[in-house]
């Protein structure tokens, strides 16, 4: 799901309803999933109304717990409740989905961010993914087949062969 707001809006407040859309197809058919197993997310999603969500959905929140929320427990002594539970290990796995925003960050067609129009900015964002999963899946299949993955020299976004693959390579 792609859901585009303004840049002055925080992340925060869109998770309600980004969960409220989630739909994961089932591999084997039948009714998509709607409850992931864990959320991974940044501090910034650390409020009690979060995790009481996340709760109630049996949802495993993997944040961290902010230095102020921290000071703020410990200072109530025992009446400030316990830790939050965080899996710092499973935390760690949180940089692969930062490193696929930069991916569509540094797109040039996105980076600029000439578009007027939040549909039209969407839209850029959906071809991104769309070259960004046929790059993933031509990778696969080289992968599969044993054939070279590697450029073989070719410039980025062009097969051995010199023709272009997708339109997020450098032309």
């Known amino acids: 799901m792609i859901a585009?707001?303004?840049g002055q809006a925080g992340d925060s407040p869109q998770l309600v309803p980004l969960l409220g859309e989630l739909s994961?197809?089932?591999?084997?058919g039948g009714?998509?999933?709607?409850t992931p197993t864990a959320l991974r997310a940044d501090?910034?999603?650390?409020s009690r109304a979060h995790r009481a969500l996340l709760r109630r959905r049996g949802i495993t929140a993997v944040i961290p717990e902010p230095d102020d929320q921290k000071r703020n427990r410990a200072r109530r002594g025992s009446r400030g409740g316990r830790p939050v539970g965080f899996d710092a290990k499973d935390y760690k796995g949180r940089n692969v989905v930062?490193?696929?925003?930069?991916?569509f960050k540094n797109w040039r067609g996105l980076a600029?961010?000439?578009d007027k129009?939040?549909?039209v900015f969407r839209g850029g964002l959906v071809l991104r993914a769309t070259c960004s999963g046929y790059d993933?899946?031509?990778?696969?299949?080289?992968?599969v087949l044993g054939q070279d993955v590697g450029d073989g020299g070719a410039r980025r976004g062009e097969l051995r062969r010199g023709r272009p693959f997708g339109l997020g390579g450098g032309v």
Do not use: I
Not at 24 to 28: H, K, T
Not at 98 to 103: D, I, L, P
């Open 117 to 119: 129009h939040a549909l």
């Open 112 to 114: 600029t961010r000439y």
């Open 98 to 103: 930062e490193r696929g925003f930069n991916q």
């Open 31 to 34: 009714r998509p999933r709607t």
């Open 4 to 6: 585009v707001t303004p």
């Open 24 to 28: 994961v197809d089932r591999l084997g």
């Open 136 to 143: 993933t899946l031509k990778r696969h299949a080289l992968d």
């Open 43 to 46: 501090k910034a999603y650390s």
